[in-house]
C-alpha cells in the first residue's frame, strides 16, 4: 500500500457539484493509500501552493479535482520540483483538454473510479518564461477575448463560449507583427493569431492537431497569417478532418522551443488563462511529470 495522497479540489468546479462527489473520491483513495490529505482552493495560487506542499512533504500522489486551470495551478506547483508525486485528474472543467488528450474519462464519477486499476504515463509541460503550461499557449486579439467568458457562460455554453467571444472580435481585427524563433529558423510576418499545443485537443476540439502526443517533446505552432469569415468557413472542414495544417493561410511549426516577440502590447494566453507578457521563451520539459491514465493495475 501507498503512502500519502493529496487531493487538491476546486469546490466551484463541476457546477459546483464537487463537494458532493468529494466523499467518493476520499473512499475510492482510503483503499488504495495510508492517508488521504484534502485541500480546498479559495482562490488564484492556492493549488500551486497546496502541489508544492506536497512535492515537499514527498507525497506519493496529487490529485487535482477541478477544471484546466485548477490542474494548470497544480503542474506549477509541481515543475522542476526535487521530489515530484504522480498527478492525477478528476476533470470538473468546461473543456478538460488536458484529461481528454490522456483519455480520462470526462465524466468525473467514472474518473474517478479510474485509479482502482490506474497506469502511470510520462507526459511533457511547457515553461515559458518563469510559468508552466501543460496544454496550450496563444498570442492575439482572439486569445485575449478568451478572459471575458463568464463562469455563468462555460456553465451554460461550455466549449462554444470560447468560440463564440473569440468570432466577436472579428468585426475589429487586427493583424499584429511578430518574430517567432524555433528550432528550424526564424518566421516573421504578421498573425491574427499564434497558438501553439502540446496535446490533440484544444478547446475542446480533438482534431486541432491529431499528430500532437503528450510526451513527443514538441510545441506544435500554428501561425494564422489571414482570418475572415469566409476563410473560417472554409478552414472548418479542415479542422474537423485534423488537415488545418495543411491550410494556405497557416503556417505550420513543430518546434521544442519558441522564442516569439512583436511591437504589440500583448498577454499570452496560457492554458485558457491570462499568462507572460510578450516577448516569451517558450520550451518543452520532456516527459517531466508522471500522470495517472486509464489501464491495468
Not at 515530484?84 to 474518473?111: E, M, Q, S, Y
Not at 494564422?224 to 476563410?231: C, E, F, G, T
Not at 519558441?258 to 520550451?283: C, K, W
Request: charged fraction near 25%; include cysteine.
Amino acid at each position: 500500500m501507498s503512502k500519502k495522497v493529496m487531493v487538491i479540489i476546486n469546490p466551484s468546479s463541476g457546477k459546483e457539484k464537487a463537494g458532493e462527489i468529494l466523499p467518493n473520491v476520499e473512499k475510492v483513495l482510503g483503499d488504495i493509500y495510508e492517508q488521504v490529505v484534502v485541500r480546498k482552493t479559495k482562490g488564484e495560487g492556492d493549488a500551486s501552493r497546496f502541489a508544492k506542499e506536497a512535492c515537499e512533504g514527498k507525497y506519493d500522489a496529487v490529485i487535482s479535482m477541478g477544471g484546466d486551470g485548477t490542474v494548470n495551478e497544480t503542474v506549477n506547483g509541481l515543475a522542476e520540483q526535487e521530489h515530484r508525486p504522480i498527478l492525477g485528474i478528476i476533470p470538473l472543467g468546461t473543456v478538460n483538454d488536458f484529461a481528454r488528450a490522456l483519455n480520462i474519462p470526462l465524466d468525473p464519477i467514472k474518473a474517478m473510479e479510474m485509479y482502482t486499476k490506474s497506469a502511470v504515463k510520462e507526459a511533457d509541460i511547457g515553461k515559458i518564461n518563469n510559468r508552466y503550461f501543460m496544454n496550450v499557449l496563444a498570442v492575439g486579439a482572439i486569445a485575449e477575448a478568451t478572459y471575458n467568458v463568464s463562469v455563468e457562460q462555460k456553465t451554460r455554453l461550455g466549449s462554444l463560449s470560447y468560440f463564440l467571444e473569440g468570432a466577436k472580435t472579428l468585426v475589429k481585427k487586427t493583424p499584429f507583427p511578430i518574430t517567432v524563433e524555433h528550432d528550424h529558423g526564424r518566421w516573421t510576418g504578421e498573425t491574427y493569431l499564434l497558438f501553439a499545443t502540446m496535446t490533440h485537443s484544444v478547446g475542446g476540439f480533438e482534431q486541432l492537431a491529431p499528430e500532437a502526443e503528450v510526451n513527443d517533446g514538441k510545441l506544435h505552432t500554428f501561425i494564422i497569417k489571414s482570418l475572415s469569415i469566409p476563410l473560417i468557413l472554409k478552414i472548418i472542414p479542415s479542422l474537423i478532418k485534423g488537415e488545418i495544417k495543411n491550410h494556405e493561410e497557416i503556417e505550420y511549426i513543430p518546434t521544442s522551443k519558441l522564442h516569439v516577440s512583436t511591437s504589440e502590447d500583448l498577454i499570452v494566453n496560457m492554458d485558457g488563462e491570462r499568462g507572460s507578457e510578450m516577448p516569451f521563451q517558450a520550451e518543452v520539459l520532456h516527459n517531466h511529470l508522471r500522470l495517472f491514465v486509464p489501464g491495468a493495475s
